[in-house]
């Protein structure tokens, strides 16, 4: 497998074969493949048999930035969750001024950094975790910095009780 600057994965002909020889092969419709006259020949004859096609990777010339701003609106997240407004959901959550003056200090870092979406998106998922009974950890690494992660519910740990310093998680 290789991967691209943008960290879309890849695969060429030997690891097709591989993934094949593994009893995989129903996983290869749902990967991209390096484009190659092989590749070409197995798609037109799945083609003519009602096979699925192989995915080809084809590279893009887009930045970074663009290619996370697009990424972020295909998220499979309801569209309830898309609009909602993070300050309603989460200043009821704070308990002293201390707690309102971060979470201010925070949303507008993540909203400088146009992070808001990513906020809103790890709303639905730890909703859609607590639904489904999924158990996730404590918290780990400088995530735990995050008082805004802490009120959404993707940690347990109260960064302003411990005093963490939030620029730690945004480096």
């Keep these: 497998m290789k991967i691209d600057s943008l960290g879309i994965p890849y695969f060429t002909e030997t690891d097709l074969v591989k993934i094949i020889q593994d009893g995989h092969v129903n996983k290869c419709a749902q990967l991209l493949c390096e484009d190659s006259q092989e590749i ?7 083609s003519r048999f009602g096979r699925p096609l192989l995915g080809v990777y084809k590279p893009t010339a887009v930045s970074m930035e663009q290619f996370d701003n697009v990424a972020q609106l295909e998220w499979f997240m309801p569209d ?12 009821p ?7 309102l003056d971060r979470l201010e200090i925070e949303l507008a870092e993540y909203k400088r950094r146009n992070m808001t979406d990513i906020l809103r998106y790890m709303v639905f998922l730890v909703d859609f975790m607590r639904e489904q009974k999924i158990v996730w950890g404590v918290g780990r690494g400088s995530s735990v910095a995050s008082f805004v992660l802490y009120l959404i519910g993707v940690h347990r ?11 730690e998680f945004m480096r």
């Design 40 to 46: 070409q020949k197995f798609n037109q004859a799945a």
């Design 80 to 91: 309830e969750y898309r609009g909602i407004d993070l300050y309603s959901i989460l200043v």
């Design 93 to 99: 959550k704070c308990n002293n001024q201390k707690e």
């Design 157 to 167: 740990i109260n960064s302003i009780q411990y005093d963490l310093d939030f620029n």
